[in-house]
């Protein structure tokens, strides 16, 4: 049995966390990630997966300002959010569950790298 995943019902996505039951429901799926590594940091309802990058990216750019250090900026600017109502339910599972396959799928479906935000 699987630990989480999505399945897509009458254009909605119904994502089961890992107890099995449903967790929520949605008519599009964001992830979070970092562009350089393509690590995955969140994923779900696009208006709480943009919310959380929105205050990540507040708190990176302050701590920024406070430290002078760097890394903080870049992490900020490496954060990205890829958002579709048309995810292929096998691509986007193993997105979830595989580290490194956000590459992979993005390739495989031919999303430019520089369309998201």
Do not use: C
């Not at 429901?25 to 350089?36: L, P, Q």
């Not at 205050?55 to 406070?66: A, E």
């Not at 995810?87 to 390739?107: M, Q, R």
Request: net charge neutral; glycine share 8%.
């Amino acid at each position: 049995m699987k630990q989480f995943y999505y399945t897509k019902e009458n254009g909605l996505y119904y994502f089961y966390g890992y107890s099995g039951e449903l967790s929520f429901m949605t008519n599009s799926v964001a992830i979070a990630f970092d562009k350089d590594s393509y690590t995955i940091h969140k994923h779900g309802r696009p208006e709480l997966v943009h919310s959380w990058v929105d205050s990540t990216r507040n708190k990176l750019l302050q701590s920024y300002k406070y430290t002078g250090d760097g890394l903080f900026k870049q992490m900020a600017n490496y954060l990205m959010v890829i958002e579709s109502d048309n995810w292929p339910l096998e691509d986007l599972n193993k997105v979830i569950s595989n580290t490194g396959y956000l590459k992979l799928a993005l390739d495989k479906l031919g999303v430019d790298h520089g369309s998201y935000r």
